[in-house]
Structure formats: C-alpha cells, structure tokens
C-alpha cells in the first residue's frame, strides 16, 4: 500500500502584508531571525512543501511549521517573539529604596563617606547592583561639588543692587567690576607631554619645582564692553588697590559716574577720604561669601585657564610677561560676559537623596 503525505493547509494574506514581508525579507537592518521568518512565510505563500522551505532557508521542517501556524493564526503579529517573563530580579525597587535610605546614613567606622563597596557590604549585597542602582539615578558618591550659601542679612538687597547694575545700568555711568587676583607664584618646572599606562597622551609636569618670588593683578572690568583695565604690583595693600584706583578714575570722564563692584575684602574697606576726594565714584560691595556675583572673578578664571596654568617661569618678570601677554591678547576680542547666575538656595541642598525616595 502507497502511503500518501499530508498536504498542509494553504495560507494566505492581503496584499499590504506581502508587501511588508518582502520588505522583511529583503531587510538588512531588521533583526536576522525576523528575515528568516518572513523568507518561510514567502516559501509558504507560494505553495511550497514544508521540507522545500526548510531547504531553502536553512532550517529545520519543525521551524518551517512553528512560523506557518503562527502566522495563519495572528498574522504578521505573529511572527514577532512573545513576551517572556524572565527571571524574578534579584534586585529590583526594594533593593533601590534599600541603597537610597542607606545613603542618608552616617558611612561605616573608618570611612569618611559611602563607597560602592561600603554599601553592598552593608546591605549584604552585589557591588554591581549598587552600582546599576547609582548610575540609574545619577548618584555619583566620589565626585564632589562645592558651595556657598551666603548667610548674608542683607543678601537680597545687596544682590539686587549688583545684578541691576549688570542688567540695567545708569545712564551715562561707567560700571566695573574690580578685585585682586594676589599672590601669583612664579614657578619654575618642567613641563611636556607623557604617555600614560593606558596609552593617553597627558601635559605631565615634574613632580619638583623653583619658587621665584609671587606677583599680584589688580583688575577692572568694564561691564558693558568687556575690556579690562589691568596693575601688577609687588604688594596688594590698601595704597596700592587707590592707586589702581586713581589711573581708572583718571582714563574715565570726569563727569562721569563710576560704579565700583567690590568683594569685602579689607583692601577694600575704610577708603572713605578717597571717595570723599571723588564724588562720582560709588562702591557696592558684594553680600558676604557671595564673591561670585563679581563678574571680574569670571576674567581671573580665564586667565588662571589659559595663562596660568602649567606656566613655567624662571622669574617673576618672566611671569609679569606672560600676563600682559595674556591681557593684550584678551583685549583683541574681549566681550562683554551675559549675566546667568541665579541664588543657590539651602534647600537646594538638603535632602536629595530623600527626595528620589519619595
């Protein structure tokens, strides 16, 4: 007797979903189990035996058969993976709020603040789970930031009066901002480029050095245009901020008022019979511990960035030099700084790791 084999059931589908599965078959971009997947439906579609099919795309008859049913039952949905569940994470949102409450904790006996390693060991868990936990929420435990809150009484009025010079200058009045960047160290020490360990190219410095004397900037800058009036002095007492003080006052029209922006430092206090010599000349000084509403502390960043930094200088005129270097440079595309700064509240910075708990 001839044993006859089972014919299957032909499929069939409407025009877009051949559309898409030649699309799908052709893919180079799609994943390679679904241009398999759509090859075997192709197979199908024209009438092929399972075994032919199997052949052509390489695979066994069983997963010719899978994708067919599928296909005839949901349609192209079909041919897509279905949800698995998984494994139970390990862990999961308790071992999160475990990590975050720990945090808020004094650090373990010996160690100044929290540490992977510290946290896991106290929750008795994965170091690399804390460590998912911390980049997830942004938590960067070695990294630090510094602040300072000013404790100032009179901070609101006193920072109203500096922004709105900033924002809204008077009329007809030259406003600047001015402080001392002391103590300039010339050093002598060599510099170059080193390989490191990893293979990175890094500016290395020897590790030993000559002192030859320090040096101190006076600046004042012009809010409104961004120039910077410059004295490099040997010493930075009270006779020296005035007389920086005079030569500014002297290249600005006399009818013109001035509008100083000042730190606290006692430089610049008690100048009292120097402002009574000049009526057009006003000082504001900046809340206490609140120096950074100066804008002149933005220039001296800059300077120590680009001129400081890795200088190397066998004297202080060597030193002296590449200032004035710097500033004349500084002044062939200075630009006035656009005013951002906002209050830093205190309560910006307590309880951020009690805050993502909740």
Known sequence: MVRMGRNARPITCNPDDRQELEQLAGSRTESKQMVERAQIILGCLAGRRVKEV????????????????????????????????????????????????LLEQPPPAGQACWDGPAVATALNG???????????????????????VSTDKEFVAKAADIVALYLNPPQNALVISVDEK??????????????????????????????????????????????????????????????????????SSPEQELHVILDNYSTHKKCDAWLAKHPNAHFHFTPTSASWLNQVEIWFGILSRKALRGLSSKSTAELRAAIEAFIASYATHAKPFKWRKREVKGSQLRNTIVNLCN
């Open 54 to 101: 199997a052949r052509a795309c390489r695979t066994r008859p069983n997963t010719v058969i899978k994708w067919r049913q599928r296909f005839a039952q949901q349609g192209l949905a079909g041919l897509r993976d279905a949800p698995r569940p998984g494994a139970r994470p390990v862990y999961g949102a308790e071992f999160r709020n475990r990590v975050l409450s």
């Open 126 to 148: 994965s170091v690399h789970a804390v460590w998912r936990v911390l980049r997830h929420e942004g938590i960067c435990l070695q990294r630090q930031r510094s602040w300072c």
């Open 182 to 251: 002391p103590s300039i160290q010339a050093l002598e020490r060599k510099t170059g480029y080193v390989e490191t360990d990893s293979g990175k190219i890094v500016r290395g410095y020897k590790s030993t050095y000559k002192r030859h004397g320090t040096l101190n900037l006076f600046a004042a800058l012009e809010v409104a245009t961004g120039q910077v009036k410059t004295a490099i002095t040997q010493l930075k007492r009270r006779e020296e901020f005035l007389q920086f003080m005079d030569r500014v006052l002297a290249e």
